[in-house]
């Protein structure tokens, strides 16, 4: 999972419904300058393996017809989807809530999208390329 600090700090995140609210353990406390602000980042994005439902509907690529193994964008214009073979699409059914809910805790910094792009394998490298499940 990434996030990259964005360069100006514009907010336009669209209103997310209500979600239930998690709290850390009382035992676990993340001492302050090791905390990400998540508002302040141009860009986050994590994995997601498996099949993604959204709205009730598979999501699935219109370039190869790939069913899994998502990259899922978040961005200050909102949540996108990209497949292995490199097709980016808009998400306008996830709102940014759904997407924090289902992206956990940030692991790690990539200095662009590029990059992230390279490391989490969907910069073309792996077109076709699936993990058994």
């Given amino acids: 999972m990434f996030w990259h600090r964005r360069k100006t700090a514009r907010q336009g995140q669209e209103p997310a419904a209500p979600a239930a609210a998690q709290s850390a353990p009382e035992s676990f406390d993340v001492p302050t300058d090791l905390r990400v ?57 996830m709102s940014p809530q759904r997407f924090d809910d289902l992206m956990g805790p940030v692991t790690d910094v990539a200095p662009d999208f590029n990059h992230a792009l390279r490391t989490m394998g969907y910069d073309g490298t792996f077109t076709g390329t699936y993990l058994a499940e």
């Fill in 37 to 93: 602000d998540r508002t302040t980042a141009s860009f986050m994005a994590f994995p997601h393996p498996g099949p993604l439902v959204i709205a009730n509907t598979t999501v699935t690529c219109r370039h190869c017809g790939a069913e899994r193994e998502w990259m899922v964008i978040k961005t200050v214009e909102g949540v996108f989807i990209r497949c292995r073979c490199t097709s980016t699409w808009p998400e306008p059914r």
